[in-house]
């Protein structure tokens, strides 16, 4: 966010129009989803794996009646595929990837995405 030199410029982040566009789209995001994401942690709920051992998944789950949303991270600067499975789940469903517009089919629980480095994806399972 702050530009040390050649001066120092504590906003220098929202003075680059590309990056400001990009924090203001994350913010609306965050706004959103805060009603969410204000929940308590659902534990247990959501188990995933790897394709990749050295890019480990970080997830966090909430729960919005039995709309199920789970908030993931692939952790290092590598790609991976992360193979989710969601306890609870109609043999059949489908998971939103918000803000991508796209969506994922959840068949017994079970569904696949791919994950750039560093890439998140936040999903929105209802669980009819």
């Known amino acids: 966010m ?8 504590e906003h220098k982040l929202l003075d680059d129009p590309v990056m400001l566009k990009a924090v ?8 959103s989803l805060a009603p969410i994401i204000n929940r308590p942690n659902i534990l247990h709920l959501v188990s995933v794996s790897s394709t990749s051992t050295d890019v480990p998944i970080d997830t966090m789950v909430k729960r919005d009646g039995r709309t199920v949303y789970l908030f993931t991270v692939g952790m290092r600067n590598n ?7 969601v306890k609870g789940l109609p043999a059949h469903a489908t998971a939103e990837v918000i803000g991508e517009h796209r969506s994922i ?5 079970r569904f696949e995405d791919h994950f750039s480095p ?4 936040i999903y929105r399972i209802a669980a009819q």
């Open 24 to 31: 203001i789209a994350i913010n609306h995001q965050v706004e």
């Open 105 to 109: 089919a959840v068949v017994n629980g």
């Open 2 to 9: 702050h530009q040390f030199k050649p001066k120092f410029d």
């Open 118 to 121: 560093y890439g998140v994806h």
């Open 79 to 85: 790609s991976t595929t992360g193979d989710f499975t």
